[in-house]
């Protein structure tokens, strides 16, 4: 089986630059599913198409196999000007035409047929619905979500990050919108990562009808032999390092710093808690830091500053996403604040036994059974932020212990990524 991968905007070989502009954990999905696939059936290849960008570092050759297997290719080819960033809100359209024509030639040059098309992302969407209606075979189509243009307006305008009007010109809403429905109508398989998004679709989405059977939940993994618990000591040499004491209780936001991300948020609990949290010696680290600052990494500072949060919030620079164990080790708890589609991030804290809050309105419900592995608020409410963190702090370390055992079990019997490819592997074949 061929099968063709794509999604303009994203670079599975940024691994090291995660949290830089669009590389987040959809980069981590097209760079370690691929894989998975090829792990658990030998005989699939795959072709992940991405733009070309004449200033990427890792562009040095076209064609390469990604991360040296025979069976993942990884193939640059042009989808607007290729010697400037291009942000992926403006690529649908002639940037994306220009990208399938390029993957088309590419194709016949090379003799190929594809059994399957799999787009990830609006934007790679956009060129899979289009390649398949150009070739006479119509190939087998699916959509991979990662995000949706309706929700990611709604949650925005819910934070009051901006004016409608500002919000459709800043993220190209109503065209992405209009692209989603025209592929959904296309698509043989629908994907999404939740049951939170599946309900998106069936709710906001006309091209999808309320019992859709194209519509399957397909959570993303991780793979335990990439994430392994850091050595002994690794914890205590971060913790000095970030200058905390070992009487302190260390609780880290390891998402880049975003608005979508919900720093604001728990840094308006640490406020609300005060004076509750004194008795705990709470430190906060923001982990990710940007350099240079970014507007909203500018507001969170005045906020810090505005109620003396200076010794009680650290921030950091991004790190490479083979250290981010030994910060899930020095961390005593993880806070996800932000409505996620399906998080990575909370898949990598509790493999490594991190007790985590997170919010119930995304894929996290699917996943932690709230005070068992973690504990499940309304990201949005601070009250709860404020609760749930008082109660991870109030538990004793055994029942933390317990709480992270439970959290990593739960990832190994459901969540790494050759049992989500043993599942897409099963869908792929349907109909081909």
Same mark, same amino acid.
């Given at each position: 089986?061929?099968?063709?991968?794509?999604?303009?905007?994203?670079?599975?070989?940024?691994?090291?630059?995660?949290?830089?502009?669009?590389?987040?954990?959809?980069?981590?999905? &097209? $760079?370690?599913?691929?894989?998975?696939?090829?792990?658990?059936?030998?005989? =699939?290849?795959?072709?992940?198409?991405?733009?070309?960008?004449?200033?990427?570092?890792?562009?040095?050759?076209?064609?390469?196999?990604? #991360?040296? #297997?025979?069976?993942?290719?990884?193939?640059?080819?042009?989808?607007?000007?290729? #010697?400037?960033?291009?942000?992926?809100?403006?690529?649908?359209?002639?940037?994306?035409?220009?990208?399938?024509?390029? =993957?088309?030639?590419?194709?016949?040059?090379?003799?190929?047929?594809?059994?399957?098309?799999?787009?990830?992302?609006?934007?790679?969407?956009?060129?899979?619905?289009?390649?398949?209606?150009?070739?006479?075979?119509?190939? /087998?189509?699916?959509?991979?979500?990662?995000?949706?243009?309706?929700?990611?307006?709604?949650? !925005?305008?819910?934070?009051?990050?901006?004016?409608?009007?500002?919000?459709?010109?800043?993220?190209?809403?109503?065209?992405?919108? !209009?692209?989603?429905?025209?592929?959904?109508?296309?698509?043989?398989?629908?994907?999404? %990562?939740?049951?939170?998004?599946?309900?998106?679709?069936? #709710?906001?989405?006309?091209?999808?009808?309320?019992?859709?059977?194209?519509?399957?939940?397909?959570?993303?993994?991780?793979?335990?032999?990439?994430?392994?618990?850091?050595? !002994?000591?690794?914890?205590?040499?971060?913790?000095?390092?970030?200058?905390?004491?070992?009487?302190?209780?260390?609780?880290?936001? @390891?998402?880049?710093?975003?608005?979508?991300?919900?720093?604001? $948020? &728990?840094?308006?609990?640490?406020?609300?808690?005060?004076?509750?949290?004194?008795?705990? $010696?709470?430190?906060?680290?923001?982990?990710?830091? @940007?350099?240079?600052?970014?507007?909203?990494? /500018?507001? %969170?500072?005045?906020?810090?500053?505005?109620?003396?949060?200076?010794?009680?919030?650290?921030?950091?620079?991004?790190?490479?996403?083979?250290? &981010?164990?030994?910060?899930?080790?020095?961390?005593?708890?993880?806070?996800?604040?932000?409505?996620?589609?399906?998080? +990575?991030?909370?898949?990598?804290?509790?493999? %490594?036994?991190?007790?985590?809050?997170?919010?119930?309105?995304?894929?996290? /419900?699917?996943?932690?059974?709230?005070?068992? $592995?973690?504990?499940?608020?309304?990201?949005?409410?601070?009250?709860?932020?404020?609760?749930?963190?008082?109660? &991870?702090?109030? +538990?004793?370390?055994?029942?933390?212990?317990?709480?992270?055992?439970?959290?990593?079990?739960?990832?190994?019997?459901?969540?790494?990524?050759? /049992?989500?490819?043993?599942?897409?592997?099963?869908?792929?074949?349907?109909?081909?």
């Amino acid at each position: 089986m061929r099968v063709l991968w794509t999604s303009p905007h994203c670079r599975p070989d940024w691994l090291e630059r995660l949290g830089e502009e669009s590389q987040g954990g959809q980069t981590v999905v &097209m $760079n370690k599913l691929p894989h998975a696939l090829a792990r658990v059936d030998p005989e =699939i290849r795959i072709d992940i198409f991405t733009r070309l960008q004449t200033d990427d570092p890792y562009a040095d050759s076209r064609v390469k196999f990604l #991360d040296d #297997d025979p069976r993942v290719r990884l193939i640059r080819l042009p989808c607007g000007s290729p #010697d400037r960033y291009l942000p992926k809100e403006v690529l649908y359209g002639g940037p994306i035409s220009q990208f399938v024509r390029e =993957i088309k030639s590419f194709s016949e040059q090379e003799g190929l047929r594809y059994d399957v098309l799999h787009g990830h992302y609006a934007d790679g969407w956009e060129v899979t619905t289009t390649t398949k209606a150009c070739w006479p075979h119509h190939p /087998r189509t699916l959509l991979t979500t990662h995000s949706l243009g309706r929700r990611k307006r709604e949650d !925005a305008l819910q934070r009051g990050e901006a004016s409608p009007s500002q919000l459709d010109e800043r993220y190209n809403f109503p065209v992405r919108i !209009a692209s989603e429905e025209r592929s959904l109508v296309m698509a043989d398989g629908i994907l999404p %990562l939740s049951t939170a998004e599946a309900e998106v679709l069936f #709710d906001h989405y006309q091209a999808v009808g309320p019992v859709d059977p194209r519509v399957k939940v397909l959570p993303n993994g991780i793979d335990p032999v990439d994430f392994p618990p850091p050595p !002994a000591g690794t914890a205590q040499r971060v913790r000095q390092n970030l200058g905390v004491q070992d009487n302190e209780f260390l609780l880290m936001i @390891p998402s880049r710093v975003d608005p979508r991300k919900g720093q604001e $948020n &728990m840094l308006r609990a640490l406020i609300a808690a005060d004076p509750r949290l004194d008795e705990h $010696n709470v430190r906060l680290l923001l982990l990710a830091w @940007p350099s240079p600052e970014t507007e909203y990494a /500018r507001r %969170l500072r005045h906020i810090i500053a505005e109620h003396d949060l200076e010794d009680q919030v650290i921030t950091h620079p991004p790190v490479a996403h083979d250290e &981010m164990p030994q910060f899930f080790a020095a961390a005593d708890g993880v806070v996800l604040p932000s409505q996620e589609y399906f998080s +990575i991030v909370m898949l990598e804290a509790m493999l %490594l036994e991190c007790p985590l809050i997170a919010s119930i309105h995304g894929g996290s /419900r699917d996943v932690i059974e709230d005070r068992a $592995n973690g504990y499940l608020v309304d990201h949005n409410d601070i009250d709860q932020l404020v609760h749930a963190t008082l109660q &991870m702090l109030s +538990i004793d370390e055994e029942a933390r212990q317990r709480m992270g055992l439970h959290a990593r079990q739960t990832i190994l019997e459901s969540y790494t990524w050759d /049992r989500i490819a043993h599942r897409l592997l099963h869908i792929y074949r349907e109909g081909v």
